[in-house]
């Protein structure tokens, strides 16, 4: 039995139901073209077709959930990060463009040679994936604690074909202790949310991404801390380590490099906020 509304039928009543959010007609036809799964060039030439009912209830439950502050990116599945478009569950953060500062510093610093890469809590796959497309020659490894997360990863490397990306479970660099590997660059986007921000994050945020993947501790630092007092270790003289930080940090941050430490330096993001601290292994 058919629906007697058609895609657009559909397409307004998303946007009417939605109509609170700042995106709602975005937003309506992403889910709706999730729920019908049509390209948008499909809906556009045909947008009077007669929807199913099968994906009528698709659309609402979709809508339903979004209203409840279910991220967008979760309910359709997909993120597009460096301009790739990237699996993500609600087992992984969901890619931000202001991490592509971090891959911007790599790529500037990269000699573009057979260079070695190491992404600390690869969540997605993201960081590790867009260097790998940017990087051919590199020798990627990606490690993360959570195995939902690294199956995500995997997905997302098989998926794009970058087969020089390996991943690993571990706990920081624990898979690589006693195994003398040193690598050219060190990269994270690790938690770095204290306990008193928890509360004032968005409901989208605290409600929905992986807690764990957000939240350092007290201070906000703690996770920072160990991978700046463990990262030399497993950087190679001259290797280069490169992570994200949050709103408010950069002199705590900048505080922690002792005198193995170089050229450490700052790059901001498009808000015009520190984002993103390089430090030389001297």
């Not at 699996?87 to 953060?93: C, G, I, K, W």
Request: proline share 5%; glycine share 6%; hydrophobic share 40%.
């Amino acid at each position: 039995m058919e629906s007697n509304k058609t895609l657009a039928d559909l397409y307004r009543s998303g946007i009417a139901l939605l109509q609170d959010r700042p995106q709602a007609i975005l937003e309506a036809k992403v889910l709706l073209l999730r729920a019908a799964a049509l390209t948008e060039e499909r809906y556009l030439a045909a947008p009077d077709n007669p929807c199913s009912p099968k994906a009528e209830a698709y659309f609402h439950r979709l809508v339903d959930k979004r209203l409840g502050g279910v991220p967008l990116s979760y309910l359709t599945g997909v993120k597009e990060f460096w301009s790739i478009p990237f699996e993500v569950t609600p087992s992984v953060l969901v890619p931000r463009p202001e991490t592509e500062v971090l891959v911007e510093k790599v790529l500037e610093l990269s000699t573009r040679e057979s260079e070695s890469i190491l992404d600390v809590g690869t969540g997605s796959g993201c960081i590790a994936v867009a260097l790998a497309k940017e990087l051919p020659r590199a020798h990627i490894q990606a490690v993360d604690i959570s195995e939902r997360a690294l199956r995500v990863a995997r997905r997302n490397a098989s998926i794009h074909k970058t087969r020089h990306v390996q991943f690993h479970k571990s706990n920081l660099f624990s898979a690589f202790r006693g195994t003398g590997m040193r690598f050219d660059f060190i990269v994270s986007n690790p938690p770095y949310i204290s306990s008193a921000e928890w509360d004032g994050l968005s409901p989208e945020v605290r409600d929905f991404e992986p807690r764990r993947a957000l939240l350092a501790g007290e201070s906000g630092l703690e996770m920072i801390e160990r991978l700046v007092r463990r990262a030399g270790t497993y950087l190679r003289s001259g290797g280069y380590l490169i992570f994200e930080i949050g709103d408010g940090q950069r002199d705590r941050v900048l505080s922690l490099f002792g005198k193995r430490w170089t050229e450490i330096e700052t790059a901001w993001d498009m808000a015009g906020k520190p984002r993103v601290i390089t430090a030389r292994r001297a």
